[in-house]
Structure formats: C-alpha cells, structure tokens
C-alpha cells in the first residue's frame, strides 16, 4: 500500500489517559498534516510540518496535545490527559510541498477514531 | 483566520439531474481552492480544484466557478449518477499551491435519488 498509513484506525480510552497516533506518509511527501474531524463538521487543521519542521500549530490545539516528526517520515500525534471532547477522527495528510502545480494535492489517511469514555 | 461557509448542508437530486453546491470565504488572500469528496467511512479525496487566476475550471461531469470580487466558488455536477451520493467539502487556503493549511467547510451531504 502506497498511500498514507494511520495506527490504530480505533482508540478507545478513558478519561484523563494518554492516547498517541501514528501517520506514515506517502514515502516521497515532505509535507505532513494533522486534521480532526467530528461528526457532520468537516477537517478541523491542527498542525503540519515541512520534513520535521513543525511549520505551523492551530491556536485551538492546547497544549495536552503534540506532534512530532522527528526524521522527517513518519508522525506521532499525542493528546495528554484526553477529555470527553478529544472524541474524534484524527486525519492525517501528506503532499510533496515543491510548490509546483498539482505537486501540493494533499493524500488523505483513512484516520484514527478516538472514543474517550 | 479564514472562515469557509458551505451550503447546502443537504442536497437531494434525482439520477440524471445536476447538483450545485456553494461556498463563500472570508480570507480576501485565499487563492486556492480544492472540493473534497468523502464517502461514508473513507477518506477525503480531491476530486478538482481552482486556483485564483482561473475563473471556471472543468473535469467531464464536474465543474468549479470562482468569483473572487464576491469570494464565493461553486461545485457543479451533471449528470448525476448513484456513485456520486457522498459528503463534498470545499475549501480554502492562502497558498497557491495549497502548501499552507487549509481551511474546509462544513460539507454537504449529496444524495442521488435513483
């Protein structure tokens, strides 16, 4: 499988645990973004990074939450101490990010659900 | 920051018909403009996308118009067919190339009626 690879695509958790994801991009990508998405809302943007520069970070995402792209592959996605409202799918994308045309469509994972009882 | 809003939030065409969604941004910088389709339990997918020096773009079935004085684009369909029944969101982004975030819509759900 050549498109963007998300673990665990299910994360049942209690309240106030650790939950942390994994993306694996498309292998060519640079460019790496995190969404989430809730029920009937479309893609919420968190955070995306260029190789392992973080670039950019929502002002909504507090600060239980962190990514990492430390060699500039795969991502990791951590929430601290998950409330009720974490519940969601989390999306990740990649793109080539060379700023030519058609080299930016972001490739969506298939993501992973996070249920916090 | 940009705010995409989207309509209809439901749309319900018979087979054959066409279908028109809308979406208006709030960021006069924006200039690129990608339409997602999302099928129950998958991913979202590019089906076209418009860039802001580009006022109408097409791809067989599917069409995207932009009007950039009024900041609004839409998604057309013809020619409806059962396949297409999914949520489209529209979206927005500063770059144009799409390489900083974007921002989407809140989507619509597409219903074919065969």
């Known amino acids: 499988d050549t498109g963007v690879s998300q673990d665990p695509r299910h994360k049942i958790t209690k309240r106030g645990q650790n939950v942390t994801f994994r993306c694996d991009p498309i292998s060519e990508h640079n460019r790496l973004y995190w969404y989430r998405q809730t029920l009937g809302q479309g893609p919420e943007f968190l955070t995306y990074f260029q190789n392992e520069a973080q670039l950019e970070k929502s002002r909504l995402l507090s600060d239980r939450f962190s990514a990492e792209r430390p060699k500039g592959s795969f991502s990791t996605l951590e929430i601290q101490r998950t409330e009720q409202g974490d519940s969601a799918m989390y999306l990740c994308?990649?793109?080539?990010?060379?700023?030519?045309?058609?080299?930016?469509?972001?490739?969506f994972g298939a993501g992973s659900r996070l249920t916090v009882l | 920051g940009e705010n995409v809003e989207q309509h209809p939030s439901t749309l319900s065409v018979q087979e054959g018909d066409s279908a028109v969604i809308k979406c208006t941004y709030s960021d006069s910088a924006s200039n690129y403009f990608p339409w997602y389709k999302q099928e129950l339990g998958k991913r979202p997918q590019l089906i076209i996308d418009?860039?802001?020096?580009?006022g109408e773009k097409k791809d067989q079935r599917i069409a995207v118009t932009l009007n950039k004085t009024a900041k609004h684009f839409s998604l057309h369909i013809t020619e409806t067919q059962p396949e297409d029944s999914a949520v489209y969101f529209c979206a927005a982004s500063r770059s144009n190339f799409g390489n900083e975030k974007l921002t989407f819509g809140t989507g619509t759900r597409l219903t074919i009626i065969p």
């Open positions: 994308a990649s793109s080539l990010g060379r700023g030519s045309r058609g080299a930016n469509v972001l490739t």
């Open positions: 418009i860039r802001s020096n580009v």
